[in-house]
């Protein structure tokens, strides 16, 4: 039987039925008339939750990531077509001749010194977004930043062993060496040994059949590297995480026609935490939460061939995994948030949870909190903030709401 080709990511095409859905839940979606006719439409895997991305991720689904014109021939380089290299208004420059000045430091006091640069332009593309700051237990004067550096391709790390007074670098921390991009979201953490650790997002395209259907899809994973010199060296990554593309053949409905079901994960927003085992404090766990995101298509092919989709549903749950062998292992994810339903229509579910971030007591107790936008949507109405308690190092939790509040109307990336 001949084989169609189906693209995921930006290029997924598939044809939707809306015939069977009522008019009212496509309400207020002038982009989405309701007919009964199929139509090509563009569905793309990110398209129920870009506008929840930020850094990288975000700039690379909108084509704004200015790493993307030199990926000549990178999957990624075609499946998200790059516009015009510029953030914000700021074009990248001409190359650059040497490192940036740095901001002269003055004298120590108990108030805060004058803003100090740390970060240097080295190419044609002079930003660098997302810092991350983290403290060595064992010496307070030892500093690591972790950022994300356009000049680069993953995240690169800054050093000071005076407070902050100076600072060496920029060192590269690389992303695994079978995926084909960083996607930003450092974060730096310590454990008592004065190890430091460095957790990014990778991304890469993976490949997947459905019946007569081949495809191609963007997926993810959290690479964690560790330095045992300070940060000026990092391992090579090894991926604490990973999302992978889904297919399954359910039962026939009542038609007897085969529903296939299409699911498309990426892992976004990672936070990491080092602290002491609830089974044993004088042994430290690495614990890496993040929020999964994944978009179902339920899909038929009629006579055998032609793909035909309902419309998507994204799911959303924070999840975690840890190592307890300063991170060659990892554990399997554990669901710590519930996971919610966004999909369309005027009264259809809109919820997101985002932004986790874990902390670990001094007696072992693991902490961890994020944000749902409740039903109305994100960037809409009102959320709340949940905190989740674990005392078995993070195998079983107990959630309560902390507080509610009015979301402001704008993605603040």
Known sequence: MTRRFLTVSVHLILLFITASFPSSALAGHEQEPNFSVPRPLDASMMDAFQRNLSGSAWLITEGLDPRLTTLNGNPLGK???PQEAKVRGISPQASVGGA??????RDPSQKFSRNILVTRDFSRIPFQTEPSLAI???????LILGVIDYSFPGITTYNSIDGGATWEGPYQVKYPIDDLGAAGD???????KGNAYAAAISVDVEEFTLHTAVGDATVSAIPISVSRDGGF???????SARSHVTTSVPEPDEENLPRYELALPFLDKPWLTVGPSKENTDQDVIY????????RFKIFFLFDVEPFSEIPVTETSIEMVRSEDGGLTWSNPVSVSPIVLSTQGENAPKRVV???QPSVAPDGTLYVTWMDSTDDDSFEGRAEIYVARS??????FVTSRASDFNEIGFNAR
């Open 79 to 81: 499946l998200f077509q």
């Open 100 to 105: 940036g000045p740095l901001v002269p430091y």
């Open 136 to 142: 060595d237990p064992k010496d307070p004067e030892h």
């Open 186 to 192: 450092p974060v730096i953490a310590f454990d008592r």
């Open 233 to 239: 060296t990092w391992s090579e990554p090894i991926a």
């Open 288 to 295: 890496v939460t993040y929020t999964k995101f994944e978009t």
């Open 354 to 356: 985002q932004g986790s």
């Open 391 to 396: 005392e078995d190092n993070g195998r079983t």
